[in-house]
């Protein structure tokens, strides 16, 4: 019962607009360092009775430990109430700081589910322990999710020069 939808960025300038909105650049500029560079855009739609997800990291690529610095960061612009029903993104608070991937089992027991009123932006590093929320509540919950990396890593959706060169069209 989960949906995901994939290279938003070349649906449609609504999500080029989303990801260069000046406060989120200006935290991502902070996070990452001058140069960022978006990696992906994506949607999800949980509907009723979809399951969490396996609890990770979005630092997937690097092994333990992490760098102290931060690599990856991520913005969730929910487009609907995120809440524990509702099948908000689920996270483990303080975990940014163990530098490392989750072990099997680790941190269920510390999960706190994400409340934010739909047109808020969730924002944490690759660093953090998330999972996605299992949705209890009726109809569905909409999330865009947006990633970004310091520009010497790999990027997932690997957007073509053609897209890249209409973001810095947008006003």
């Given at each position: 019962?989960?949906?995901?939808?994939?290279?938003?960025?070349?649906?449609?300038?609504?999500?080029?607009?989303?990801?260069?909105?000046?406060?989120?650049?200006?935290?991502?500029?902070?996070?990452?360092?001058?140069?960022?560079?978006?990696?992906?855009?994506?949607?999800?739609?949980?509907?009723?009775?979809?399951?969490?997800?396996?609890?990770?990291?979005?630092?997937?690529?690097f092994p333990d430990p992490f760098p102290?610095?931060?690599?990856?960061?991520?913005?969730?612009?929910?487009?609907?109430?995120?809440?524990?029903?509702?099948?908000?993104?689920?996270?483990?608070?303080?975990?940014?700081?163990?530098?490392?991937?989750?072990?099997?089992?680790?941190?269920?027991?510390?999960?706190?589910?994400?409340?934010?009123?739909?047109?808020?932006?969730?924002?944490?590093?690759?660093?953090?322990?998330?999972?996605?929320?299992?949705?209890?509540?009726?109809?569905?919950?909409?999330?865009?999710?947006?990633?970004?990396?310091?520009?010497?890593?790999?990027?997932?959706?690997?957007?073509?020069?053609?897209?890249?060169?209409?973001?810095?069209?947008?006003?």
């Amino acid at each position: 019962n989960t949906s995901m939808m994939y290279r938003l960025l070349e649906r449609d300038d609504v999500f080029a607009e989303a990801v260069l909105t000046p406060k989120l650049t200006a935290l991502m500029t902070y996070l990452l360092g001058p140069g960022y560079v978006l990696d992906v855009a994506t949607g999800s739609i949980l509907s009723q009775g979809s399951q969490p997800g396996p609890l990770h990291t979005d630092n997937q690529f690097f092994p333990d430990p992490f760098p102290t610095q931060y690599q990856k960061a991520v913005a969730i612009w929910c487009c609907d109430d995120f809440n524990a029903d509702n099948g908000s993104t689920q996270v483990v608070s303080g975990s940014h700081r163990r530098c490392r991937h989750p072990r099997p089992g680790e941190g269920l027991d510390s999960i706190t589910p994400v409340v934010a009123p739909r047109g808020s932006i969730v924002i944490w590093t690759g660093h953090t322990w998330h999972r996605s929320g299992g949705r209890v509540a009726g109809g569905s919950r909409v999330a865009l999710h947006t990633g970004f990396s310091r520009p010497h890593l790999q990027v997932m959706e690997g957007y073509e020069p053609h897209v890249v060169e209409r973001l810095t069209k947008i006003d």
